[in-house]
């Protein structure tokens, strides 16, 4: 009864409820992960066969020695002038080194000026009073030993 009519058809006439189409996209979303799944599963059997994507272990790199001399990787690496503004998506300035320089300079200065008043206050302890040690002003005095009994 149905192969006469087409699926556009059969769409316009009967449309998918919600919850149909809900299913339907959670049926397209599973069949796409099941067809990455099985690409990857080739990919890995491909690469079972020969190890020609593998280079050479740590160990035989090392045993290897160093061959030439060491040079900076100047293919992964982007030369950067933080002297330069640098343009943001919507093409307005940005100072990126500078921010990040203020934001440094006021947390240094923070740590600076705690660590300053931990030193004052410590200080102010131990030279008002005299005699006192550094240790809540408790007087120093020889500890108490048992006498050697012989």
């Known amino acids: 009864l149905l192969h006469g009519i087409s699926d556009n058809a059969i769409d316009e006439n009967f449309p998918p409820t919600a919850q ?14 099941m067809a990455s799944f099985a690409d990857q599963e080739a990919r890995e059997e491909r690469a079972r066969v020969s190890f020609d994507h593998v280079k050479k272990r740590w160990e035989t790199r090392r045993a290897d020695g160093l061959i030439g001399r060491p040079r900076p990787a100047k293919h992964s690496v ?25 934001r440094m300079l006021l947390k240094h200065q923070k740590l600076h000026q ?9 200080m102010d ?24 009994a012989n």
């Open 125 to 148: 302890m131990g030279a008002n009073k005299k005699g006192a040690s550094s240790l809540g002003g408790h007087q120093r005095r020889p500890i108490q030993q048992p006498r050697k």
């Open 78 to 102: 982007e030369p950067v002038n933080h002297n330069q503004p640098k343009l943001s998506s919507s093409n307005e300035l940005v100072k990126s080194s500078e921010v990040h320089s203020q």
């Open 114 to 122: 705690k660590d300053l008043e931990f030193r004052n206050k410590h």
């Open 20 to 33: 149909e189409a809900a299913e339907l996209e959670d049926v397209e979303a599973f069949v796409e992960m």
